[in-house]
């Protein structure tokens, strides 16, 4: 077996248009790193994740990026007021739900079509 001794494992989103998606994900909390002409690094607490100009429906709608929080109601309410301003276009949230893996997640789409699963850990008891 191969031991890559890895440090950081980084996953490449697609945006259909990279100003509205980089404007998205900042208003999300992310914070952006680094960018030049097609490729932005953004640092969403101990992770990072890669913005490219880049799209296609078929990737876009079929990528998904899990994230846990402390609260997805929270999250829920916040993200829907900012999406109220219309500034996002495309972009829509759902109300959390509870999944049978053990979390409330408020799902979000993204100006792309990208799914983020916003998952708030179920207490253990």
């Given at each position: 077996?191969?031991?890559?001794?890895?440090?950081?494992?980084?996953t490449?989103?697609?945006?259909?248009?990279?100003?509205?998606?980089?404007?998205?994900?900042?208003?999300?909390?992310?914070?952006?790193?680094?960018?030049?002409?097609?490729l932005?690094?953004?640092?969403?607490?101990?992770?990072?994740?890669?913005?490219?100009?880049?799209?296609?429906?078929?990737?876009?709608?079929?990528?998904?990026?899990?994230?846990s929080?402390?609260?997805?109601?929270?999250?829920?309410?916040?993200?829907?007021?900012?999406?109220?301003?219309?500034?996002?276009p495309?972009?829509?949230?759902?109300?959390?739900?509870?999944?049978?893996?053990?979390?409330?997640?408020?799902?979000?789409?993204?100006?792309?079509?990208?799914?983020?699963?916003?998952?708030?850990?179920?207490?253990?008891?």
């Amino acid at each position: 077996m191969i031991d890559l001794q890895a440090t950081d494992v980084r996953t490449f989103l697609p945006s259909r248009d990279f100003a509205l998606s980089q404007a998205f994900y900042e208003a999300l909390g992310c914070e952006r790193e680094w960018a030049d002409d097609n490729l932005a690094l953004f640092k969403l607490g101990p992770s990072r994740f890669y913005l490219q100009r880049g799209y296609a429906k078929e990737w876009a709608e079929n990528t998904m990026l899990h994230v846990s929080v402390q609260d997805a109601a929270a999250c829920f309410n916040a993200i829907r007021a900012l999406l109220d301003t219309g500034k996002y276009p495309g972009a829509r949230v759902a109300p959390p739900r509870s999944e049978p893996y053990g979390a409330q997640v408020t799902y979000v789409w993204d100006p792309a079509g990208v799914l983020l699963h916003l998952a708030q850990w179920d207490a253990k008891d």
